[in-house]
């Protein structure tokens, strides 16, 4: 089993520029791929960012985030610079079994609770 724990969400201003952080436990991040997704009130979920278990493959739905990881502390990060109101969302981390990373909700098998982004216009 794998527990993510996400952090650093809050209230933003629009133009700024937030830094979210996932820390696993439970089971090794480098055993397979990482993903963020995003939740807007009434609005699907949707995917983010996602990077494979190297870190070597990143892919982002939006040129503003980037993702990364850090094997050896357990974590992976999402950098979002240049926010905007519509970026206003539960930002959800998720993990992967597979070493190459995902696009989909279901090909994830690990998801954190979630943390609150608000950006204010």
């Known amino acids: 089993q794998v527990q993510l724990v996400e952090s650093g969400g809050g209230l933003v201003q629009a133009g700024g520029s937030v830094r979210l952080s996932c820390a696993a436990s439970?089971?090794?991040?480098?055993?397979?791929?990482m993903g963020w997704f995003r939740q807007a009130p009434g609005k699907e979920r949707e995917f983010v960012a996602g990077?494979?278990?190297?870190?070597g493959n990143t892919y982002y739905a939006d040129s503003r985030f980037t993702i990364s990881r850090d094997n050896a502390k357990n974590t992976v990060y999402l950098q979002m610079n240049s926010l905007k109101p519509e970026d206003t969302a539960v930002y959800y981390c998720?993990?992967?079994?597979?070493?190459?990373?995902?696009?989909?909700?279901?090909?994830?098998?690990?998801w954190g609770q979630g943390t609150q982004v608000t950006v204010s216009s």
């Open positions: 998720a993990a992967r079994l597979n070493y190459a990373l995902g696009f989909s909700q279901s090909e994830y098998d690990y």
């Open positions: 439970g089971r090794t991040l480098s055993s397979g791929a």
């Open positions: 990077i494979s278990r190297s870190g």
